[in-house]
T-cell receptor, first 113, second 112 residues
């Protein structure tokens, strides 16, 4: 098992463009989480899935953000009409059942220019 | 005011020192407390977790929770240069809640 995999590692995009990130969790993990982290800050919760069901969304997740987890396996996070304020590290994590804590991926660093 | 406040640092100590990292929180519903370590350009890595009040030891690391004071600590004994990283505290209401609330991290440098 190679852990939580995120793709791409880095993304530079122009303001107004749409971007999509992918996360592949640890295979037996049924829960998948998305967090956003800006420089000098801790990760902020965006959303999480149990299997294919999206169970909670943060109010930080505006209508420009959408996440999916088809078939309860990998997940995608899409940001439409990107803004400079969207520049951040987007972290994906996974866990199994009622475990404490998560396994994080290395993140996708987004820069909006 | 943030739900979780963490001593901002940065913290610089000589090798072999005892390090104390601290967080306070305002939400009395938090029951699960985690510490993560994050190296530059990497995702956080879970170090330790505790449930409710008390102490938990794992090798050179000790996590301490005082729910009455809404205060948690992580102690690192015999610190090593490889411990140099940002340490994040995190808390959740329960394991079914999904969401964890993180502090902003304390950056630690251990000098040889």
């Amino acid at each position: 098992d190679t852990g939580v995999s995120q793709d791409p590692r880095h993304k530079i995009t122009k303001r107004g463009q749409n971007v999509t990130f992918r996360c592949d969790p640890i295979s037996e993990h049924n829960r998948l989480y998305w967090y956003r982290q800006t420089l000098g800050q801790g990760p902020e919760f965006l959303t999480y899935f149990q299997n294919e069901a999206q169970l909670e969304k943060s109010r930080l997740l505006s209508d420009r953000f959408s996440a999916e987890r088809p078939k309860g396996s990998f997940s995608t996070l899409e940001i439409q009409r990107t803004e400079q304020g969207d520049s951040a590290m987007y972290l994906c994590a996974s866990s199994y059942g009622q475990t404490y804590g998560y396994t994080f991926g290395s993140g996708t660093r987004l820069t909006v220019v | 005011q943030k739900e979780v406040e963490q001593d901002p640092g940065p913290l610089s100590v000589p090798e072999g020192a005892i390090v104390s990292l601290n967080c306070t929180y305002s939400n009395s519903a938090f029951q699960y407390f985690m510490w993560y370590r994050q190296y530059s350009r990497k995702g956080p890595e879970l170090l330790m977790y505790t449930y409710s009040s008390g102490n938990k030891e794992d090798g050179r690391f000790t996590a301490q929770v005082d729910k009455s004071s809404k205060y948690i600590s992580l102690f690192i004994r015999d610190s090593q240069p490889s411990d140099s990283a940002t340490y994040l505290c995190a808390m959740s209401v329960n394991t079914n809640a999904g969401k964890s609330t993180f502090g902003d991290g304390t950056t630690l440098t251990v000098k040889p």
